[in-house]
């Protein structure tokens, strides 16, 4: 860790400590919920495909022309 001075408003320069050796940093959180997600281990979870539903019925005409 190194600390690198900061300048101020003041003139008066503080010191900050910054961690410049990180080069891809993960969240502890997204970490550990990546870790203890539930795995697949059935086969049938891991091909299980998206839901198939049956096609919707056409719309109704908007406008009907009826000619006198």
């Not at 091909?47 to 719309?59: F, I, T």
Request: charged content about 25%; aromatic content about 6%.
């Amino acid at each position: 860790m190194f600390a690198v001075a900061l300048p101020t408003s003041s003139g008066v320069a503080t010191r900050r400590e910054v961690v410049t050796c990180a080069t891809k940093p993960q969240f502890k959180g997204a970490k550990k919920m990546a870790h203890r997600r539930p795995k697949k281990r059935c086969p049938a979870d891991k091909r299980h495909g998206p839901a198939v539903y049956p096609e919707a019925p056409a719309p109704p005409p908007q406008y009907t022309v009826v000619s006198q």
